[in-house]
């Protein structure tokens, strides 16, 4: 594994020691799958249990750095300098149904700007990293994104929307008119830092999303722009307390699918 800083060694420790019990977990989840209660509440516990493990690594290595958590929310609010971003299960639906497709991912930030990613698929045991300049890895070789160059025959990856979006047709409406424009259907994975991740490896040509929230993508932001990929946000003012609606991609078909979901939204 080439873990170059300090930090990232910490948020690897962290992420190794958290995925441990969510793998054990997540055999637990099968196994409720077939009783009568379902296996909700615990996964719901699980959540908790892998944030407060990932949380605790964190803070005894640097216990005054901000944390934004989905679960446990701000922690150390006021140092804006340094701080970590964390989703300790993201795709959590399929964790839920025993869909072997989720990860835990942290982001590092100092000043406001991503400096270190870390995305790990504990099933496959994949680790995506980044250091801001020194390129993106999975576990010990150099990534690149894909050299696609046009949309047509571009591999897509999107998710949503939620059941409580109130833009809903909007993005189904997106969905339909990008699915006619290229060749092959578009992957629904279900874990939006997991499709930035294979964005960053080139098994996905491109991604987009509408209302992501900042844990989401923290970390495969950084992933995918040291693999070469372009990442952009489709509005003007991007704020991490609203939700995110973001593209990103090889960056050969990045201005095509911009267009295109541009030229549908104008026809909306
Ligand atoms: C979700 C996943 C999913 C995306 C949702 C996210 P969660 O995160 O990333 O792919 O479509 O918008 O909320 O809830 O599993 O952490
Ligand atoms: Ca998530
Ligand atoms: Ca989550």
Not at 71 to 97: V, Y
Not at 138 to 151: A, C, E, F
Request: glycine share 8%; proline share 3%; net charge neutral.
């Amino acid at each position: 594994m080439r873990i170059n800083s300090p930090k990232l060694n910490i948020m690897y420790k962290a992420c190794m020691k958290a995925s441990k019990s969510l793998i054990r977990d997540f055999g637990e989840v099968e196994n409720l799958q077939v009783s009568s209660k379902g296996p909700g509440d615990f996964v719901s516990s699980a959540d908790k249990r892998t944030e407060k493990i990932i949380i605790d690594e964190l803070l005894r290595a640097y216990p005054d750095y901000g944390i934004l958590s989905e679960e446990a929310g701000k922690i150390n609010e006021k140092n804006n300098t340094n701080r970590w971003i964390i989703d300790p299960i993201d795709g959590t639906s399929n964790f839920l149904n025993g869909i072997p497709q989720f990860a835990i991912s942290i982001g590092y930030e100092e000043e406001n700007k991503i400096k270190i990613g870390l995305i790990y698929d504990p099933i496959k045991n994949e680790l995506f990293f980044a250091e801001n300049g020194n390129g993106a890895f999975l576990n010990n070789k150099r990534i690149r994104v894909s050299k696609k160059k046009n949309l047509k025959n571009s591999l897509l990856g999107t998710g949503g929307p939620k059941s409580n979006s109130k833009i809903k047709n909007e993005i189904l409406d997106e969905y339909l008119e990008i699915s006619k424009y290229i060749d092959t259907p578009i992957r629904k994975f279900g874990s939006a830092s997991l499709d930035l991740a294979n964005v960053a490896c080139g098994r996905l040509d491109g991604f987009w999303q509408r209302e992501l929230s900042y844990w989401d993508i923290a970390a495969g932001i950084l992933i995918v722009r040291e693999a070469g990929g372009f990442v952009d946000f489709l509005d003007r003012d991007i704020n991490e307390s609203k939700k995110m609606n973001l593209v990103a991609s090889n960056s050969l078909i990045h201005q095509e699918l911009i267009d295109l979901i541009k030229k549908i939204i104008e026809k909306n």
